[in-house]
């Protein structure tokens, strides 16, 4: 596709369970970026990619967070035992190569932790 | 430690009118600024950027405007559209590192 591309639109889950955040950058997009938007928030960074690895994991809330990218394409943010405060948009972003170019975003997941 | 701050969370302005929209940010190693926009439900979109050499960009009715030495930027809207209403969010970078975002400003244009 043309654009960055997230899976499910929308996902309701149960406290306590796990669950798995789906980005397909744009093709030929090295960089690749998780952000979160908690309700009256701003853009919280969680985590980006260069090709496959994760030089920047800072902005992970907790060891409950992790992601992985492969092939230097689809990334995936899991959220193991998720809790209430998990519920927000994740939005994941991608850019060329070098990083200080403008990120095309997704059009994100809304959490729901119930 | 917020790096870039957004400290208007709303602004309302009248339509045809001029909209400025105000970032500050603390790391004076950011060398690439970007401005986007947001509208309910979707993701953020990019407006306009401006590097760190430059003090003024402009395309069409935007124009952002870099201050170094007071580490501030601002984003200029004129005229003001119904369409311009959103959020918009100021973001930093430094070389190959990551973007930081502000909180964003809500803007509303009035009619």
């Known amino acids: 596709g043309a654009g960055v591309s997230q899976s499910p639109s929308n996902k309701v889950t149960e406290k306590g369970k796990d669950v798995e955040l789906r980005c397909d950058p744009i093709?030929?997009?090295?960089?690749l970026y998780w952000y979160r938007q908690s309700l009256g928030q701003g853009l919280e960074f969680l985590i980006y990619f260069q090709g496959n690895s994760a030089p920047d994991k800072s902005g992970l809330p907790s060891d409950r967070f992790s992601a992985e990218r492969t092939g230097g394409s689809v990334s995936t943010l899991t959220i193991q035992r998720t809790q209430q405060e998990d519920s927000a948009v994740y939005l994941c972003?991608?850019?060329?190569?070098?990083?200080?170019?403008?990120?095309?975003f997704g059009q994100g997941t809304r959490l729901t932790v119930v | 430690d917020q790096q870039v701050k957004q400290n208007s969370p709303s602004l309302s302005v009248q339509e045809g009118r001029i909209s400025i929209l105000n970032c500050d940010y603390t790391?004076?190693?950011?060398?690439?600024f970007l401005w986007y926009k947001k509208y309910p439900a979707e993701g953020p979109t990019f407006l306009i950027s401006?590097?760190?050499?430059?003090d003024k960009n402009e395309d069409g009715r935007f124009t952002v405007f870099l201050n170094k030495s007071a580490k501030h930027l601002s984003l200029h809207i004129v005229p003001s559209q119904p369409g311009d209403s959103a959020v918009y969010f100021c973001?930093?970078?430094?070389?190959?590192?990551?973007?930081?975002f502000g909180k964003g400003t809500r803007l509303h244009i009035l009619p």
């Open positions: 093709s030929g997009h090295t960089a």
């Open positions: 973001a930093a970078a430094r070389g190959n590192d990551k973007i930081i």
């Open positions: 401006i590097s760190s050499i430059k």
């Open positions: 790391n004076s190693m950011f060398d690439y």
């Open positions: 972003a991608s850019s060329e190569t070098v990083l200080n170019t403008e990120a095309f």
